[in-house]
Every structure is written in structure tokens, then in C-alpha cells.
């Protein structure tokens, strides 16, 4: 099993910034892949970002391309969503999420694809 906490969360106005952390615990040896995931209000929850947990290679939502970026520190288990120019349309509860399986890229924005799940931290955007 692999436990995963979110933390960074938090009210910031329009244009600023946010870096969320997630810090996984448990197998994490058997972990292939890391995602960011969101939901706001009355929506689904979307993909954000991923990263492969040994290669550093990464994929990212159209609409946070140029202003979010996912690391890792391997080192600490943990993963990290830094989140610049944020906008109103960005407020949601953020997940991170886990894969213990090898995966191809395409695949790696399906929430199907993911075995484990955090609890969720509210990033909150005013105008």
C-alpha cells in the first residue's frame, strides 16, 4: 500500500502563486508514476500533471501548460505542483495520485490509470 498526503493549499489572489506538495509513504519502491488531479464544484476531476517517478519525464493539462510545473525529490518521496499565474478558473480541491504499474504516456491523464489517491487540499483563487 502507499499512503499519499497533500499539502500547500490555500486562498491567493489572481496572478499569484502556490506550490503544493504531496508526500508519499509505504511501497513507495513500487510507484512508477505521480499525477495531479482536480475538481472544482459541480465538475469532474481532471488531469493537471505527471511525472514518471524514476525518469522525470512529464505531462501536463493543456490549460496549466507554461504555468504549472511538476517536480519530484526522490529523496523525501516526495512530488511538488508549482503553480504560477494562477487564475479564478483554477480554484478546485488538488489530488495527488499514484500508479504502482508501467504505464504508456497517452494513458497517464486517465484516472483509471491511478491506484492511489490523497485526500485532496483546497486551492482557492480570487478575482
Known amino acids: 500500500q502507499v499512503q499519499l498526503v497533500e499539502s500547500g493549499g490555500g486562498l491567493v489572489q489572481a496572478g499569484g502563486s502556490l506550490r503544493l506538495s504531496c508526500a508519499a509513504s509505504?511501497?513507495?519502491?513500487?510507484?512508477?508514476?505521480m499525477g495531479w488531479f482536480r475538481q472544482a464544484p459541480g465538475k469532474e476531476r481532471e488531469f493537471v500533471a505527471a511525472i514518471n517517478w524514476s525518469g522525470g519525464s512529464t505531462s501536463y493539462a493543456d490549460s496549466v501548460k507554461g504555468r504549472f510545473t511538476i517536480s519530484r525529490d526522490n529523496a523525501k518521496n516526495t512530488v511538488y505542483l508549482q503553480m504560477n499565474s494562477l487564475k479564478p478558473e483554477d480554484t478546485a480541491v488538488y489530488y495527488c495520485?499514484?500508479?504502482?504499474?508501467?504505464?504508456?504516456?497517452?494513458?497517464?491523464?486517465?484516472?483509471?490509470?491511478?491506484?492511489?489517491w490523497g485526500q485532496g487540499t483546497q486551492v482557492t483563487v480570487s478575482s
Open positions: 495520485a499514484a500508479d504502482r504499474d508501467f504505464t504508456t504516456k497517452w494513458t497517464w491523464s486517465s484516472r483509471g490509470t491511478y491506484d492511489y
Open positions: 509505504g511501497r513507495t519502491f513500487s510507484i512508477y508514476l
